[in-house]
């Protein structure tokens, strides 16, 4: 491992990885892989097993069942100060009684390196999260987001393969999460660490991921690139987590090569994604708001195409959203604002069409 | 063109307002301050006013007029100044030894759930709910020359003749030690319950081994505990009477005890008021120094 320059980031892979809390079944059967490198987000709301997924990893609870291995080599038997691996808590656990250096250097002198060399690991840790001449602050002294840096830069020192995250944007204000977000990106990016980070917060995920698990009662729903994720959820969990969705009920009435028919429950048909269910099952349709156009204009490849009648209009800034009724189905649609557009008002007969690829079946009942 | 400003009518409190509170000039902390009245009454009456007596009367010559002949009398005498010597030596034994035994018991306490919590609990309150009195005859007991630990000690065989371990020094500072315990063990025990688990998480993390982590983590965070025992045990043992007087043999003359004999004894008033005096400017002192190096106030408001 060289001074300055790349740390090669580690892989990580987790087997069939569960966790058991007497009956509770908190992490069933994980398995990732993670490439070294890369950005990995663990998305759940709370309860989901990211967390404890997470601490699994950094060895503060032991797997029921499964293995851990970094860089192909099983890291189970070792205490959490033997797997070396970076760890950012969510409260940044900052030892309130050392100063920012001491803090920063914690790592290197339980590595017993000597002092010359901690100092100017020390300063260099603190230069890549901008924090240079901050060394002998007291943490109290420290913003949210300077305190955000220095557990940042207190588990990067030791340059270790992996970083581990547990939501550490929870407690920052938008502003500073969405600049400390691109900071994230930028050091594990320059440093070509891997990082496996845990968070609840969707478009945290979507800005900061290579990949995005996601997780629901223990299971990994998904695990895929952001724009995968958002355009083909494979699961309806995964769909409604993520985003917004329109829910439409119906029976599948086709399914032929790349494309799927839904029969909605008004008798209508419309178009979607190829799905393997066996024709005559009762499915779901999904389709995102911002799909759906109140024009049938520049859209490629076949389109559905209903009447409907709007039924409220919110004027949101960026973009108004509607909520348009097809018989007794309601649809929410969201058109991005335009200068010179003409907003539609309650009672206004319109055509909302969307492509078929923009829908997507999931079967109804389950998950 | 002019413009006229309205004046507003002040509002002005009444002395009923500010009874209740509602005169905002009043800053909050005055405000709840007030509450602490008729406490504030009760020490000035029952507390202040008879330590004012008690150091004027120190100052009082036997011929009478002022004069400051007692305290002459007391550092110029080698037993006088051997006796406060001894008392500042037990009181520091006492808080060391009761460091020794508290640390692990708070950890301990700290750590525990359920019935042990409430077990532990108990045997560390109990002795405090228990009569001063009742409790060093109780030592005696044990610590007898036919008492229960040399009866034991005898039964295995393990001594010959019975361990001298009551009426003498060693007595003293078992007894106090015990009675001082709970003093030393809550803060401490409050200091680790109010410690955050996840910074010993972070240290084992990035590699501090379980010993390194107590040493740099987690003993540093219970030090301001360790300060406000200590200096609890320390303050309350230099005026310990009881236990010395029972546990104690001829030669542990402590302070307190010395103050008592010049009153009930020699009738030397005003020199037990001196005596009094000394011992209450130590005890200032060092909780001034306290207040000054290890912030004590902080120990009383919620750290975040």
Known sequence: MTRSGKTIGGRVELIGLSRDYGDVQAVRNVDVTVAPGEFLTILGASGSGKTTTLMMIAGFVTPSEGEIRINGESILGRPPDKRNLGVVFQSYALFPHMNVADNVGFPLRMRNLPKAEIKAQTEEALGIVHLEGYGTRRIDELSGGQQQRVALARALVFRPPVLLMDEPLGALDRKLREQMQLEIKRIQRSLGLTVVYVTHDQEEALILSDRIAIMHEGRMHQIGSPDAVYERPATAYVADFLGESNFLDGVLSESTGGTSTVRLAGGKTIGAQACNLPVGSPVQAMVRPESIHLTTAETAGPVNSLAAVIEESEYLGQSIRYLAAVGELRLTLREPRRDGQRRYAPGDAVTLSWPHRATVVFPRGGG | ?304
């Open chain 2, 1 to 304: 063109m002019t413009t006229t400003v309205q004046a507003v009518p002040k509002w002005t409190p009444t002395a009923l307002d500010r009874l209740w509170g509602r005169d905002p000039d009043l800053r909050p902390a005055l405000r709840r301050g007030l509450l602490g009245t008729p406490g504030l009454l009760f020490i000035l009456v029952f507390f202040l006013y008879p330590l004012f007596l008690l150091v004027e009367l120190s100052f009082q010559a036997k011929a009478g007029g002022w004069s400051s002949e007692h305290y002459l009398r007391i550092f110029n005498t080698t037993v006088y100044a051997q006796i406060i010597w001894k008392t500042a030596w037990i009181s520091a034994t006492v808080t060391l030894l009761n460091f020794l035994v508290a640390y692990p018991f708070a950890v301990a306490l700290a750590r525990s759930k359920g019935w042990v919590r409430i077990v532990l609990l108990i045997s560390i309150l109990m002795p405090f709910w228990t009569n001063l009195l009742v409790r060093a005859y109780g030592w005696i007991v044990v610590l007898h020359p036919r008492g229960l630990i040399n009866t034991m000690l005898g039964g295995l065989g393990l001594i010959g003749e019975p361990v001298a371990i009551v009426h003498n020094t060693t007595g003293v500072l078992i007894g106090m030690t015990q009675i001082m315990l709970p003093y030393m063990v809550l803060p401490i025990a409050a200091q680790i319950e109010k410690m955050d688990g996840r910074l010993l998480q972070a240290a084992r993390s990035l590699g501090a081994s379980p010993l390194r982590t107590f040493a740099h983590v987690f003993f540093p965070l219970t030090l301001p505990g360790v300060f406000a025992g200590a200096l609890m045990v320390f303050v309350l043992s230099l005026g310990f009477f009881v236990i010395p007087a029972l546990l104690g043999g001829r030669r542990d003359i402590l302070i307190a005890q010395l103050i008592h004999f010049n009153l009930t004894k020699v009738l030397n008033w005003e020199l037990a008021a001196a005596l009094s005096t000394i011992l209450l400017v130590i005890t200032l002192g060092i909780f001034l120094a306290a207040q000054r190096w290890f912030r004590l106030n902080s120990l009383w408001s919620e750290v975040k």
